[in-house]
T-cell receptor, first 112, second 114 residues
Framework: QQQVKQSPQSLIVQKGGISIINCAYENTAFDYFPWYQQFPGKGPALLIAIRPDVSEKKEGRFTISFNKSAKQFSLHIMDSQPGDSATYFCAASKRPGGNLIFGKGTKLSVKP | DVKVTQSSRYLVKRTGEKVFLECVQDMDHENMFWYRQDPGLGLRLIYFSYDVKMKEKGDIPEGYSVSREKKERFSLILESASTNQTSMYLC?????????????FGSGTRLTVV
């Protein structure tokens, strides 16, 4: 049973465009929703995270939107740049620092 | 710079060998995790540990075991390596009192079993 479903599997965006990656979860006990960014040859690194008491969190060009009633959250990358090309994973856990359940990942390519 | 260090970037082992993957963190984190990463399957949790000498099975523990004798070190053991264990293995750590810093991952060990 996949507890965190992520889409799309791959995404191609032109430089300056908006990249949108969506995730849905099933377990209502989840209380922490991070996004990780992974470059080739590297381990994933925390990009941005949200708790369900807020509907949106923005850090620079990266925004998480959270819809608790729909059990969905999404990552928006504004003004996408070639340097944003990476694999992005959404995840969920019952608390920060606890076991993370990851989505299957989205490979983003930003074309110059 | 805080980090999680995995002892090998690349390993090639033969079927049936006992394989040890080592992970060391320097952040005094209580929690440590082992994931495997496969194309199209994302990251899947193998084992985790919330304290020294403590271990818990994750989603795919079959064929693996772990050891945590010291707080900073978490070892993954493949008792008898098989070709279906060819994968990228990622170690991560986190703080029990996490304030949103999340996991810190190592760079991974790409294991090939022939």
């Amino acid at each position: 049973q996949q507890q965190v479903k992520q889409s799309p599997q791959s995404l191609i965006v032109q430089k300056g465009g908006i990249s949108i990656i969506n995730c849905a979860y099933e377990n209502t006990a989840f209380d922490y929703f991070p996004w990780y960014q992974q470059f080739p040859g590297k381990g994933p690194a925390l990009l941005i995270a949200i708790r369900p008491d807020v509907s949106e969190k923005k850090e620079g060009r990266f925004t998480i939107s959270f819809n608790k009633s729909a059990k969905q959250f999404s990552l928006h990358i504004m003004d996408s740049q070639p340097g944003d090309s990476a694999t992005y994973f959404c995840a969920a856990s019952k608390r920060p620092g606890g076991n993370l359940i990851f989505g299957k990942g989205t490979k983003l390519s930003v074309k110059p | 710079d805080v980090k999680v260090t995995q002892s090998s970037r690349y390993l090639v082992k033969r079927t049936g060998e006992k394989v040890f993957l080592e992970c060391v963190q320097d952040m005094d984190h209580e929690n440590m995790f082992w994931y495997r990463q496969d194309p199209g399957l994302g990251l899947r949790l193998i084992y985790f540990s919330y304290d020294v000498k403590m271990k818990e099975k994750g989603d795919i523990p079959e064929g693996y075991s772990v050891s945590r004798e010291k707080k900073e070190r978490f070892s993954l053991i493949l008792e008898s390596a098989s070709t279906n264990q060819t994968s990228m293995y990622l170690c991560a750590s986190s703080s029990r009192s996490d304030r949103g810093n999340g996991y810190t991952f190592g760079s991974g060990t790409r294991l090939t079993v022939v």
